[in-house]
């Protein structure tokens, strides 16, 4: 399938190696993208460049990262999808490889003009660590409680948007509170305030099993905690800033 730009993923990757397991993870991710036809853009922040240039090798689009933090990468690789005349942009993140040759179920409903944003949803979290699982669903929950949007799978990070509902989330900046994973959640309060047309999907997704076995430690569940703490503390902040809740306003 050749989409000559249309739809265009972007994602970023900081390696230490290029042999590590997530490089390698993200590796894959670019060859499927290659081999439906997607152009991928990835903002690279690897301190080794012989990451960003076995990306290349297998056709991506690679750019160095230009301003630290996560936030600002990921602000980079919207607006370079952007300029590359995406009608489409899909994010997701580097090691997702599983996901792209589901992807045209989720791009084709905004291609068509059937909504602006599409929410991928994973059928379910069995093949995710159980730490991981739980503090997810409870996230979902507890996010769900201030949107009114139980349908949507707020942990999953893959989105995809047309290009007025990716400037919109554009305008997240970071200045006013966490700049790490709320740019790609904060926005929704907006987009849901306004007339911006927000789907579900429900996509046959697998964690990579490699990765599941070695990022089931103990060690992670702070970086867990701290992600589900931090995004539902923004978004129940940026509800009650703008009068929404539940999907009610406040009177």
């Known amino acids: 399938m ?25 590796l894959k991710t670019v060859r499927q993208a290659d081999f439906y036809g997607y152009p991928i853009v990835v903002v ?6 012989e990451v960003g240039e076995m990306f290349a090798d297998s056709r991506a689009l690679v750019e160095k990262q230009k301003e630290p933090g996560m936030g600002a990468s990921r602000r980079q690789c919207f607006r370079s999808a952007l300029a590359l005349g995406a009608e489409v942009v899909v994010w997701m993140e580097p090691e997702k490889w599983t996901l792209v040759e589901h992807l045209s179920h989720c791009v084709d409903p905004v291609l068509w003009g059937k909504c602006d944003i599409v929410m991928p949803r994973r059928e379910n979290l ?39 509902a990716m400037e919109l989330f554009l305008q997240y900046d970071g200045k006013s509170g966490p700049d790490n994973w709320e740019i790609l959640v904060v926005p929704f309060i907006w ?11 429900t996509v046959p997704y697998k ?45």
């Open 44 to 49: 690279d922040d690897s301190p080794v460049p």
């Open 207 to 251: 964690h990579p099993e490699e990765q599941t076995a070695t990022e089931g430690g103990s060690e992670w569940n702070p970086k867990r905690d701290k992600q589900r703490i931090d995004l539902v503390s923004v978004m129940r902040t940026e509800a009650k800033r703008l009068g929404f809740e539940g999907g009610m306003r406040y009177s």
């Open 2 to 26: 050749e989409n000559q730009n249309r739809v265009v993923i972007a994602t970023t990757t900081f390696n230490r190696t290029s042999s590590e397991l997530r490089a390698q993870l993200a």
């Open 126 to 164: 069995d093949s995710y660590p159980d730490y991981q699982h739980w503090s997810e669903l409870r996230a979902i929950w507890e996010i769900a409680g201030i949107t009114g949007r139980g349908d949507i799978d707020w942990m999953f990070g893959p989105r995809v948007w047309n290009r007025r």
């Open 191 to 201: 987009a849901f305030k306004g007339d911006y047309r927000v789907l579900s999907i």
